[in-house]
């Protein structure tokens, strides 16, 4: 299929709901492609080494039964070769390395402008055109930030891959999530001297409902703070930071200065919303961030033919993130079918 041709669905972000929805568009009989300006599941393969996920396979899978990790949780590297193989054995559409840079509207189509760098080419544009949209990227690559002094120093950063660079080395993890705990075991348990800056309200959370940090990281590191391998900063406000310190003011109102060599910002991150913005896409404050307005049950914006999913709607779980195609896209096709006997 070529770029003149016109798409029946065009999903961005090869992701969980990417994947779900390219699978569903295939058993439906649409014409579609992906588009993913990383790889194949990008945001898994930007996790930290290693790491083992939070839920179990059945909330993860593809296929009920097809994930089989060698314990209870998959790793980081199960669940990413999972979603890859899922992709080449039903042959999916995917174009990867390959940035969506607009989408504007053609009558009752979509251009899709991109951006893809090649080896041959410094830069090569493509536009393809579609009659649906589905925004499936995830939001890795928008990490909040702290907006304080300092942060742009080098040795300041939002991802965490591995603690091994940074053995003996006074290491600092603020947020209060789920990986930035993880992140400060982790440096902890393999020699980094680790302080957590955390606010008092997300330690003190128990309601794993209310975003709570899973017993099986919290337990690790209260070990480590009992051992005295881990020091845990309840703070208010990150004041500054500069090449060999960090100056914060403790939630008791106390002005703090640790010495310090790298710093982890953890606090986590939102989708990009400029282009479905600049679409004339409707949004509203969610629970922890902007999100598009958005049909409850077909996942439509305002804008016809628009469509979101995953980190872009309330619904930000892998399991919802796979489920929620697999409800739309057959509506998208019975739309497409109706109106082509109709024509």
């Known amino acids: ?55 179990t396979p059945n909330e993860l899978e593809m296929r009920v039964g097809s994930l089989q990790p060698v314990r209870e949780k ?15 054995d039903h042959d999916l559409r995917i174009n990867t390395g390959e940035a969506v840079t607009n989408v504007e509207p053609s009558g009752d189509e979509f251009l899709v402008r991109t951006r893809r760098e090649s080896f041959e080419t410094e830069k090569e544009e493509g ?68 302080t957590m800056a955390i606010w008092r309200e997300d330690w003190e959370n128990r309601d794993p409902k209310a975003g709570a940090m899973k017993h099986w990281v919290r337990k690790p590191l209260e070990r480590e703070i009992t051992q005295g391998r881990l020091q ?41 919303l400029t282009i479905l913005k600049n679409l ?12 598009p307005v958005y049909d409850k049950e077909t996942f439509e914006t305002n804008v016809p033919g628009i469509y979101v999913a995953g980190h872009f709607t309330h619904s930000r779980h892998i399991k919802a993130a796979i489920d929620v195609p697999r409800k739309i896209v057959p509506l998208i096709a019975q739309r497409i079918r109706a109106l082509t006997v109709a024509g």
């Open 1 to 55: 299929m070529s770029m003149l041709d016109v798409l029946d669905l065009l999903i961005i972000g090869a992701g969980p709901a990417g994947l779900s929805a390219a699978d569903t568009a295939a058993s439906e009989g649409l014409s579609y492609v992906v588009i993913e300006k990383g790889t194949i599941a990008n945001t898994i393969r930007q996790y930290p080494v290693g790491r083992t996920m939070f839920s």
């Open 74 to 88: 998959p790793t980081r590297e199960e669940l990413l070769s999972h979603y890859i193989h899922f992709v080449l």
């Open 127 to 194: 536009t393809y055109r579609a009659r649906n949209v589905l925004f499936a990227m995830g939001a890795m690559d928008y990490p909040r930030h702290l907006k304080v002094p300092g942060e742009d120093l080098p040795k300041v950063h939002h991802r965490f891959v591995e603690p091994y660079p940074y053995i003996r080395r006074d290491a600092l993890v603020i947020g209060g999530g789920n990986s930035a705990a993880e992140a400060a075991l982790f440096l902890s348990e393999e020699g980094a001297r680790t």
């Open 232 to 272: 845990v900063i309840l703070y208010k406000q990150i004041e500054e930071i500069t090449n060999s310190t960090v100056r914060l003011t403790t939630d008791q109102g106390e002005s703090k200065t640790i010495p310090n060599d790298v710093v982890f910002v953890l606090v986590g991150s939102d989708a990009d």
């Open 280 to 291: 004339g896409v409707k949004t509203e404050p969610g629970k922890l961030a902007e999100v």
